[in-house]
């Protein structure tokens, strides 16, 4: 841990014990986890009152984040869409965490609302409910009518949300920063994804920042009689607050949906997914949560999307090596979709690139010989995904979070319409791909992005050819190498030398009777340096030999 967090170790002392403890309780602490210690497992109990010692290790991680209150629960909605880091299993553990909160009184909402917009809840709104409709973990919604009698929906974020989630993100970053000198860690750059989560939910707590997004995704389908996005009301919001239109309608996982009249469910979900694809690949920005109570059925087959808190992007380049993965599926050509995932993800120094390749080419061969409809896309992007993970590759955030949204966005589909394909829609975009690449004016950001590059490197390429000759010149030129897994190997090494060393000196001195011990039977006239330095030598040895066995035997058969 660094210097500069100690004084945020001291402030937050009272919280860092709490979560530790939730930690040690769930087993999850490093200490517990690491060895699975049974202590307690048959008496402990969560706060449902189920044992512990019966859960899997994905229900306890997600219960000791439920406990640990809404920072650590987005933490875990955040790493739901991260199943190339934490794996599948724990990804879809972690999607199922509930952002309930206690909601607070009706007196706060009415200060943050006066302070945030300058006016009374009476003077904003013509009735404003003050029992909530729903409590999330950073801010709670309220239902209110304007003057025109039209419904809006008032989201207002909880009393002291801004210094606990503050305080938690500190500790986060400290724990990260001890997690990076774990080794089974090391990869993943915990310090790196806990400083991408403080200015991720920092940012949520600027309603601001929602409402601007509300305004950006309804400039992109204006006029479009698929879907319907809440309009944000930008003289009734706030840093604090935010007031946008209350669309009425079915959720997606509504059982009623099945005994609407005049409601084509097929339909629906095919206009979603169209919407979504458009987002992705027109755009570049797209809703990153779309389960159930996020899509809302509206009559006319129309699809209503709400909460956009978390929102995915894609640069163009990006964007490109997507495209690259869907046709070498497609095509069947397994060495581009290798060579795109090594080009996208931050590879572990050990990859073993022919066992990628070998993944990659019996992937390609399962999935890219079916037919499209009969294609189960969850299914292959759960395999790639479970690939990427076994082989330690790290994808960039928003990769991992639109190939998580991929597959809930054919799960939700399909909870309208068991039949349906999202490869199907996908299809009619591959010649919209292969055209956009074409296009001239494409082509011109490329190669004006391409000559751009080229530029800095002609302008930098002289210069550090220069610094290098002077520094050979001057003899000051070093080279440092760095001797990947070689350390364990070195330590047994020495280790092993000065075992021994102490081993012949203590026979040495044993032989030669220095020191010796007068008045103990047995060992009355033994040497006393002798005989406790070939006891050390001995266990030394012992230690030797379990680290060797530990890590493979001494002779070992090809």
Not at 396 to 423: C, I, N, W, Y
Not at 462 to 490: C, Y
Request: proline share 5%; glycine share 8%.
């Amino acid at each position: 841990m660094k210097i500069s967090t100690l004084p945020q170790l001291y402030r937050n002392a009272a919280r860092w014990r709490e979560i530790l403890s939730v930690l040690s309780k769930y087993g999850l602490a490093g200490w517990l986890g690491r060895f699975e210690l049974p202590l307690g497992t048959g008496w402990l109990k969560d706060s449902n009152g189920q044992l512990l010692g019966s859960m899997s290790q994905p229900v306890r991680v997600r219960r000791a984040l439920e406990e640990l209150g809404p920072t650590f629960i987005k933490l875990g909605q955040l790493l739901s869409t991260r199943p190339d880091l934490v794996g599948l299993e724990l990804a879809d553990e972690l999607s199922k965490l509930q952002s309930g909160a206690p909601a607070d009184d009706t007196a706060w909402v009415y200060q943050v609302i006066a302070e945030d917009l300058g006016q009374s809840v009476d003077e904003c709104f013509t009735r404003f409910e003050d029992e909530p409709v729903a409590s999330a973990s950073v801010g709670q919604v309220h239902r209110a009518w304007l003057e025109d009698g039209s419904a809006v929906a008032v989201k207002v974020l909880h009393k002291g949300i801004e210094e606990r989630v503050l305080d938690d993100t500190e500790i986060l970053v400290g724990l990260a920063e001890l997690a990076e000198r774990l080794p089974d860690f090391r990869n993943y750059r915990p310090a790196s994804l806990a400083v991408d989560f403080q200015r991720t939910i920092r940012r949520e707590l600027d309603l601001g920042n929602e409402r601007r997004r509300l305004d950006q995704f309804a400039g992109y389908f204006a006029g479009d009689p698929r879907v319907r996005l809440p309009r944000a009301d930008a003289d009734r919001s706030g840093p604090r607050v935010l007031t946008a239109e209350w669309i009425e309608g079915w959720k997606a996982s509504d059982p009623a949906l099945k005994e609407a009249k005049d409601i084509d469910l097929a339909r629906v979900a095919r206009n979603g997914a169209e919407v979504f694809i458009e987002m992705i690949f027109d755009h570049g920005v797209y809703h990153a949560d779309p389960h159930p109570g996020n899509l809302l059925v509206l009559p006319g087959n129309v699809v209503g999307l709400v909460d956009f808190g978390m929102v995915g992007r894609l640069s163009d380049p990006l964007r490109e090596d997507l495209e690259d993965m869907l046709m070498a599926v497609v095509a069947n050509e397994p060495a581009t979709l290798t060579a795109v995932i090594t080009r996208v993800g931050q590879t572990p120094p050990e990859l073993d690139e022919a066992e990628l390749a070998s993944d990659i080419a019996e992937f390609v061969e399962h999935y890219g010989n079916q037919s499209v409809g009969g294609l189960d896309l969850t299914g292959a992007l759960s395999e790639l995904i479970d690939i990427i993970q076994r082989r330690q590759i790290t994808l960039p955030p928003s990769v991992g979070m639109l190939l998580k949204m991929l597959v809930q966005l054919e799960g939700t589909a399909r909870l309208l319409s068991p039949d349906f394909s999202l490869l199907e829609v996908l299809e009619p975009h591959q010649k919209k791909m292969m055209l956009r690449r074409l296009s001239p004016v494409r082509q011109a950001k490329k190669l004006s992005r391409i000559y751009g590059e080229f530029e800095d490197l002609a302008e930098v390429f002289p210069r550090r050819v220069r610094e290098i000759l002077q520094q050979v010149q001057a003899g000051k030129f070093d080279v440092h190498l760095d001797h990947r897994g070689l350390e364990p190997s070195v330590n047994r090494l020495v280790l092993g030398m000065l075992t021994s060393a102490m081993f012949l000196g203590s026979s040495l001195m044993f032989s030669n009777g220095v020191m010796p011990i007068r008045g103990i039977w047995l060992l009355d006239g033994v040497s006393l340096p002798g005989f406790v330095g070939l006891c050390l030598s001995g266990l030394l040895g012992m230690r030797v030999l379990r680290a060797i066995s530990k890590s493979g035997r001494l002779e070992r058969r090809r």
